[in-house]
């Protein structure tokens, strides 16, 4: 796949791609992830703060690609797992993964690759596309989260979408909204859409 025909932004920069400057966007969006998570609003009903991090996920599967978005989440909770003050409020332990947001956090790299794996099969030239594919990572993340807090806390499944899905959505869709229109527009501009354009006419001409 060239520079011009790809999706994934990062790899229509022009510099040359190699395990060295994977590794840097994987660890540069690990970071980002950590400081969307100090953006916090703590609920009265909810052990589960709501975070920018959902934002950075979504985020880094739309920039990175599946496999880079995978592995800058696991490295995330990798930092946060060792100590690091990466997750919410500055938190940093494995006993934060196992604690209210674990459901959450856990789901992270499995949403992140879902996301870039969609965008690298061309919803990213679609705002609709693009923000179905959001939606649906955003979704799992939400019903991943709520099914752990059922099993943690053993409350009825009516208690744990209170818990663990509702109060989040109103923020998710803003989330959603500034992931979903922007991506579009820049991968529009950045000449994707005129590239596939000019080949489908290309086969056209070349077709007997």
Partial sequence: MTRASTDVLIDRIPVSRNLA?????????????????????????????????????????????????FLSQVAY???????????????????????????????????????????????????????GALVTADVLILLAGSAWLRLLFRVPLAQAWLLGFYPFLIADVVKVALVGGVLPRVVRRSGVGRQLSVVSRQSEVDEP
């Fill in 21 to 69: 400057t994977d590794a840097i966007w994987v660890i540069t969006f690990s970071l980002v992830t950590a400081i969307c998570a100090q953006i916090s609003i703590h609920l009265p009903f909810s052990p589960v703060p709501i975070t920018g991090q959902t934002f950075a996920v979504l985020l880094s599967g739309a920039v990175l690609g599946w496999r880079r978005a």
């Fill in 77 to 131: 909770l990798a930092e946060g797992a060792a100590g690091l003050p990466v997750f919410a409020d500055g938190a940093g332990s494995v006993l934060h993964l196992l604690g209210p947001s674990g459901g959450f956090l856990l789901c992270f790299p499995l949403a992140a690759a879902m996301v870039g794996f969609l965008v690298e099969h061309g919803v990213a030239r679609s705002t609709w596309k693009l923000v």
